[in-house]
């Protein structure tokens, strides 16, 4: 089994910054793809951002040039540096894992940003 604890939610005002974190634990092999997806209150899950284990990225176009995905596999893991934030960034937050096929969830922190 393998677990996902994502924390660094809260909240923040527009403009304001926000790091995310996402731990994981159990039978984690090396090669992987590491996500964040959100959802906003009434919508769907969507994509944020990717990272697989040999470093490639992919952003969802409403976050290029603000957020930044990375991953410490030293650590097993990821974050998702958020800066610029906007009130429509407001959602929950959810790591997701990748691998052999099988996708892995966290619980999700909540991201609130208001003034």
């Known amino acids: 089994q393998l677990q996902l604890v994502e924390s660094g939610g809260g909240l923040v005002q527009p403009g304001g910054s926000l790091r995310l974190s996402c731990a994981a634990a159990g039978m984690l092999f090396s090669i992987n793809t590491m996500g964040w997806y959100r959802q906003a209150p009434g919508k769907e899950r969507e994509l944020v951002a990717t990272?697989?284990?040999?470093?490639?990225?992919n952003y969802a176009d409403s976050v290029k040039g603000r957020f930044t995905i990375s991953r410490d596999d030293a650590k097993n893991t990821m974050y998702l540096q958020m800066n610029s934030l906007k009130p429509e960034d407001t959602a929950v937050y959810y790591c997701?894992?990748?691998?052999?096929?099988?996708?892995?969830w966290g619980k999700g922190t909540l991201v609130t940003v208001s003034s």
């Open positions: 997701s894992l990748k691998q052999f096929g099988v996708n892995y």
């Open positions: 990272i697989t284990s040999g470093g490639s990225t």
